[in-house]
Structure formats: structure tokens, C-alpha cells
């Protein structure tokens, strides 16, 4: 059975991480399908993605039983996690982490890697790594302290605290939690409408506030022109502002 699964609904590609026995914990196999996977996300007919896992987990980070204990640590990091949380970010078109249950070390990092977080109110979110000693890695630090600030980032990884769905909206680290009975079937409405949005003004936007955390308030103004200038010159733009003169809804092709 395949470690991570991907199906196509219309524009919307879901990724199913696929070890539930395991909380879906990754292993060198998994991060291949992972990967081959965001590949695919690249085909220009695919407008938004999802990442869920299957069974009662999202992730429960590294798999403990295939730990690189004594091996070069660095380097595996670099080759799976590094790759894959760099892939979802460079993908131009958003990605959402649709946490349906537990969510713990390197898959809160994965998690934290994606735009936006949707968890079930089943979920729930453990830092993991401080338990077993480690630093928080596969963007852990660099996500989390843009997400929560540096006080509670940091004083959340140091304790290995257990967050509910429920704090974790809170706290910000979700945009919202939804029932667990509809989960999927709401998570395939916001992916779906995310999917029907102007797709290159949509990518833009993300790279935009990715550049947005190390640049200057010149600098970014002038990323906003530019990026701009582009998004002015897409068939969803002039779509969109026939369908304000025409009163009507707009229908953007992606293009
Ligand atoms: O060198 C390197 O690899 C560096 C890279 C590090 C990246 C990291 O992600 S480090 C952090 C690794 N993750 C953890 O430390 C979390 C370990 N898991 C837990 O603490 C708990 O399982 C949870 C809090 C996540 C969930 O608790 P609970 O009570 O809901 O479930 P459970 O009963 O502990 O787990 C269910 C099964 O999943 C169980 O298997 P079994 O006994 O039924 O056969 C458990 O062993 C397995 N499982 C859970 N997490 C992992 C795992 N198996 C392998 N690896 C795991 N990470």
C-alpha cells in the first residue's frame, strides 16, 4: 500500500499521508511520496492542494523506529524534510494542511510549512521534538516563531505541552477548526472555493508574504508593484472586473 496517496478532485489535489498504523509518521518512503506527489501539484490544472493524513493522525513527525540515531542526522534532514517543506512553499498555488487528528514533531513542522491550517476539532498539536531531546527542525523555528511570536513559540517547544484544536485556533495556529463528522467535506469546500479564485494573483500574494518576513518597507513596495503589474496582466484580472460591472459573480480560470 502506497505510504501517501493522491487523488484529484476537478482542480483540487489532495496528498493523504498513509501510514495510520504509524499516525502516519514519515519514513524515507513517505517523504519520496510526498515529494513525487507535490511534483505532481505542479501540473497547471491543479489550483489548490491538500495535505491530510489518513486514520486518526496528521503526523507524528519522524518515525522513531526508522531513527537516524548514530547517522548523519544533517544530511537526512536536507535530503526528505528540507526538499518536500521547500517544494510546498515554492508551489504557486496555496496549500492547505488539513489537520484531522494528531499532529506532532516534523509533521507540525510540515503542517506549519503549508498557507493555511484547517484543523478538526479531533485534532490536536504536540511540539514532539523536546521529548526526545531534539530541537525543533524542518522549519519548526522559523514557522512557529512567525506564527506565535518568539515568547509563546518558544515556551510552547520547550514544554512539549499538548494544544487542542480548540487552543491552537486560539492561539492563531489555525484559521479554524471544523467537526470532525464534516471535516473532509469542509475542507473540500474551502479548497474548492480557493480553487475557483484567481490562481496567479492567489500564488503572488503567497510569495509576497513570504518576502515579506526579511524585506524592507521599500523593498516590499516595490515587490507589491511588480507583482502587480503582473497580476494585471492575467485573464482573471480583466474577468474580474467585467463581472463587478456586470453585477455578476466572477469566473476565474486560473490563467
Ligand atoms: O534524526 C532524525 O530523524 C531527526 C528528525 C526529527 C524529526 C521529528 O519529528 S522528532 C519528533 C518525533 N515524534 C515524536 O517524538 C512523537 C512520538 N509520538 C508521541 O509522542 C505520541 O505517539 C503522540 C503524542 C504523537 C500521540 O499519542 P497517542 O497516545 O495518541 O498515540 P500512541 O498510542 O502513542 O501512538 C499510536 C501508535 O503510533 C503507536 O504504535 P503501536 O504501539 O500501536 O504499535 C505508536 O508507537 C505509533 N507512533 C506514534 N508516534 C510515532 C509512532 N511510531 C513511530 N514513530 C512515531 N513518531
Same mark, same amino acid.
Given at each position: ?36 506527489? #507535490?511534483? =505532481? %501539484? ?6 489548490? /492542494? ?7 493522525? @496528521? +503526523? !507524528? *513527525? ?100 499538548? #494544544?487542542? =484544536? %480548540? ?6 495556529? /489555525? ?7 464534516? @471535516? +473532509? !467535506? *469542509? ?69
Amino acid at each position: 500500500m502506497a505510504e501517501v496517496e493522491a487523488t484529484r478532485d476537478g482542480s483540487v489535489l489532495t496528498i493523504t499521508l498513509n501510514r495510520p498504523e504509524k499516525l502516519n509518521a514519515f519514513t524515507r518512503t513517505l517523504h519520496e511520496e510526498l515529494h513525487a506527489a #507535490l511534483e =505532481a %501539484a505542479r501540473d497547471p490544472g491543479v489550483r489548490a /492542494v491538500v495535505v491530510t493524513g489518513a486514520g486518526r493522525g @496528521f +503526523s !507524528a *513527525g519522524q518515525d522513531l523506529g526508522a531513527f537516524s540515531e548514530g547517522g548523519d542526522v544533517a544530511s537526512m534532514l536536507r535530503a526528505t524534510y528540507h526538499v518536500n517543506v521547500m517544494a510546498i512553499r515554492s508551489l504557486e498555488k496555496p496549500v492547505i494542511a488539513a489537520v484531522n487528528g494528531v499532529c506532532a514533531g516534523a509533521g507540525l513542522s510540515l503542517a506549519c510549512a503549508c498557507d493555511i491550517r484547517l484543523a478538526s476539532d479531533a485534532a490536536f498539536f504536540v511540539p514532539g521534538f523536546v521529548g526526545i531531546g531534539l530541537v525543533p527542525d524542518s522549519g519548526g523555528t522559523y514557522f512557529l516563531q512567525r506564527l506565535l511570536g518568539t515568547p509563546r513559540a518558544f515556551e510552547w517547544m520547550t514544554s512539549n505541552r499538548r #494544544l487542542t =484544536a %480548540a487552543e491552537a485556533h486560539a492561539w492563531g495556529l /489555525v484559521s479554524d477548526v471544523l467537526e470532525a463528522d464534516s @471535516f +473532509s !467535506a *469542509g475542507v473540500a469546500e474551502r479548497a474548492a472555493a480557493l480553487a475557483a479564485g484567481p490562481t496567479r494573483a492567489i500564488a503572488l500574494t503567497k510569495r509576497l508574504y513570504d518576502e515579506a518576513g526579511t524585506s524592507t518597507l521599500e523593498e516590499q513596495l516595490e515587490r507589491e508593484a511588480e507583482a502587480q503589474a503582473e497580476a494585471a496582466q492575467t485573464d482573471d484580472f480583466r474577468e474580474g472586473v467585467a463581472a463587478f460591472g456586470e453585477k455578476r459573480e466572477a469566473r476565474f480560470s486560473g490563467s
